[in-house]
């Protein structure tokens, strides 16, 4: 199916054309987006039972197991035998993940439920069209950005211990903004190093769609938060 831009005849057929990425990393790349459903699905299971059902309140308890969910994942070999295994630790990885953003959903909802909805559209529109532009990019053109999000995750890492003495709205503003562009980085950065990963004979599919899970939620979250601060703001004005 073709269109026209101008005088430039556009294939939208070219949107789907990944010929310059081999079979095999195709493959990689599908399995990878595969336990990205599956880690979002159960994210989603762990948010509505503390939604719900009351199943915990989040907190330093929950981000702990979380992390030794991680380190588990992490350190378990990937091979056949441990694949059912290594996907059980992943799905715990996203349930109490979903558990620790049951707290900040429900506050948001309390301001408006639609915020919910919108945040979540966005960060998946903008993981889309991210991960597109990543993948259609010239090989290795963007992992330099691996540097620059790092040193900025770790600004701004500085400038939020900073905000709990300060208490700057500005600052707690800049932050988001700044944070949503960062992840929005990350997006590009880990979607083309699991290519080059692939490339290199790393095929832990599953490990590799940690990083982007984690680029999604970290997105997630803050574009909720502005979206909520900006409509509690309103609220206040009127």
């Avoid at 948010?47 to 309140?57: C, D, E, P, R, V």
Wanted: proline share 1%; hydrophobic share 50%; with cysteine.
């Amino acid at each position: 199916m073709d269109t026209l831009f101008g005088n430039r005849p556009i294939k939208l057929s070219a949107l789907s054309d990944f010929s310059q990425l081999s079979t095999e990393t195709k493959k990689h790349l599908k399995n990878v987006y595969t336990c990205l459903m599956i880690t979002m699905a159960s994210a989603g299971v762990g948010a509505y039972m503390n939604l719900k059902m009351q199943f915990g309140q989040g907190g330093l308890l929950t981000a702990l197991v979380s992390i030794g969910l991680m380190i588990w994942l992490a350190t378990t070999a990937h091979n056949k035998e441990n694949q059912m295994k290594r996907l059980a630790i992943l799905s715990a990885f996203g349930f109490t993940t979903g558990i620790g953003l049951g707290p900040l959903i429900n506050l948001t909802i309390q301001i408006n439920p639609q915020i919910v909805v919108t945040a979540f559209m966005t960060t998946s529109v903008i993981f889309a069209c991210f991960t597109l532009a990543a993948l259609y990019a010239q090989r290795r053109s963007l992992l330099y950005l691996g540097g620059i999000c790092g040193s900025g995750l770790t600004m701004l890492l500085f400038a939020s211990l900073l905000n709990i003495f300060v208490g700057s709205t500005l600052l707690f503003q800049a932050n988001l903004y700044i944070g949503i562009a960062i992840f929005s980085g990350f997006i590009l950065y880990d979607t083309q190093l699991i290519v080059e990963k692939h490339v290199n004979g790393d095929n832990d599919y599953i490990w590799h769609s940690v990083d982007l899970f984690l680029d999604f939620i970290n997105l997630f979250r803050r574009i909720m938060i502005l979206l909520a601060s900006n409509e509690n703001k309103n609220k206040r004005k009127d």
